[in-house]
């Protein structure tokens, strides 16, 4: 039975640690198309160039959630749950302010829903012997 357990665990660590290397990916796509729309952005205005300057804005909420998710897995299962929320609240607020951070709001409430609801099931089927 501990065996199960351990091949479970496994399985969920070598998921979250698969998640957030994707996540970084997303971020490094993302970062290179700002620099490349930046560097097109140039509007002439009077015999100047000037560079538009638009800052790049990441939801707080989503940072914060994926940060509380994160340390859930290092054993502190309400920061899982509070994390999975704030991930939905962060999700919905950037789809009506168009903020960036998508990514990393999906990646928390993944992270928040298995580190928080997954382990507990997790715990109880093995406490019920199964």
Request: charged share 20%; no cysteine; net charge positive.
């Amino acid at each position: 039975m501990k065996f199960i357990g351990f091949i479970l665990s496994t399985l969920i660590i070598g998921g979250v640690v698969g998640l957030l290397i994707w996540q970084i990916s997303v971020i490094k796509k993302e970062l290179k198309k700002i620099r490349e729309t930046e560097s097109k952005k140039r509007v002439k205005n009077d015999r100047e160039l000037k560079i538009e300057e638009k800052p790049i804005k990441y939801n707080k909420l989503a940072i914060i959630g994926f940060i509380l998710s994160i340390i859930s897995i290092f054993g502190i299962g309400l920061a899982g749950l509070i994390g999975f929320i704030l991930g939905i609240v962060a999700l919905v607020q950037i789809r009506h302010t168009k903020e960036r951070g998508r990514g990393l709001a999906i990646a928390t409430i993944i992270v928040g829903f298995i580190w928080s609801f997954g382990t507990n099931i997790l715990k109880a089927l093995i406490k019920a012997g199964y």
